[in-house]
């Protein structure tokens, strides 16, 4: 009797009993899908970015098991610790940072380099969770009870438009915002953070630089910076166009093979996909993303606590606005940022936060094999 409660103690029994293989399976095709387009993107060369974003998603398939073989408790006693380093760490970046195109954002050295940013994403969840776990019992559905972690999520922000970032501080900021909407904030409380938007963007327009502001001219009419910021606007355009229904084939996207496309790798990598794959292949991978993150609810309402729950809303909110935002852009549906696009776009910082968020929601899936 004993053995049947404790389940399998075979090795593969307890690998089988504790791995989330839906979280699995979705990672790796979307994985492979990516792979293949980071391939075209590069003209067939797999052994240049290709390769570097493979050997990232090993040592992230390395991290990601381990993350999910901790339980996700442990990440509650640690979280403002792990809040702490990264902030310092992103403290760190205007003093020893590497500059890129004129950007100060990594930490390292030229081949091996580390993008605090990107990592504080997830660091971000886990302590906002933490603090919301704790202030449920205490002031709950208080509109108060957004200061303390506004402020938590305004300081590394700040660190992030200084280097300057600032599609990544507000991509931080709604992560951030998504996981306390769902906390039990009441609705007034909502729509009042929401509504100051407008008035609090009129009053940042005038310290954005230059460029910045250009994005938003570009967005609402890109032919008028035809040869110059909208250039990359319209032939993201195009390529969605030119994919069809079908697709013109794997290799075979015309804006990517004859060079037209700029930033295939990074910001617009679903404009070489849709290219080659059509309207029929960018459902499919959509549909894989949207799978992933309702996959990820559905983890959250049946967490055993929660802090767990708010861990996989918090990982949730993570891809999905990572998918709408970086499409919208190739859609020209939202101002180009520099979001990327989980696993498709070239980067290892990006991939490795990605992998941590998903070793998260195997954790905290485990966990519910234990539920008495």
Known sequence: M???????????????????????????????????????????????????????VGLGTVVMFVVAAIDYRVMYKTAYAAYALGVGLLALVPLLGIKVNNARRWLGTEDYRLQPSENMKVIMVVAIARFLHDAAAKSPRKGRQLLIPAAMVLLPVAFIV??????????????????????????????????????????????????????IDVWLDPQQYADKEGYQTIQAMISV?????????????????????????????????????????????????????????????????????????GVASLFFWHVVVNIGMVLQLVPVSGITLPWFSAGGSNVLTMMIALGILMSVSRSRQYRR
Do not use: H
Not at 252 to 263: A, D, I
């Open 2 to 56: 004993n053995e049947l409660l404790d389940g399998p103690r075979d090795l593969w029994g307890r690998i089988r009993r504790d791995v989330d293989w839906v979280v699995v399976t979705l990672a790796l095709a979307i994985v492979a899908l990516a792979a293949m387009n980071l391939n075209s993107a590069g003209a067939g060369d797999w052994t240049g970015r290709v390769q570097a974003q493979l050997r990232w």
């Open 162 to 215: 200084k280097q300057p970032d600032l599609g990544t501080g507000i991509m931080l900021l709604i992560i951030a915002f998504s996981v306390m909407s769902v906390a039990g904030l009441r609705i007034r409380t909502i729509l009042a953070v929401v509504g100051s938007g407008l008035p609090s963007f009129v009053l940042a327009w005038r310290y954005l630089q230059g460029y910045q502001r250009r994005r």
């Open 241 to 313: 166009g030119n994919g069809g229904i079908f697709g013109r084939g794997v290799d075979q996207g015309t804006q990517n093979v004859l060079g037209f496309m700029p930033e295939p790798f990074t910001d617009f990598p679903f404009a070489v996909y849709a290219e080659e794959w059509g309207f029929v292949g960018a459902t499919m991978v959509m549909a894989l993303y949207m799978c992933l993150v309702l996959w990820a609810v559905n983890i959250a309402s049946q967490a055993k606590d929660r802090f767990g729950a708010l861990l996989c809303a």
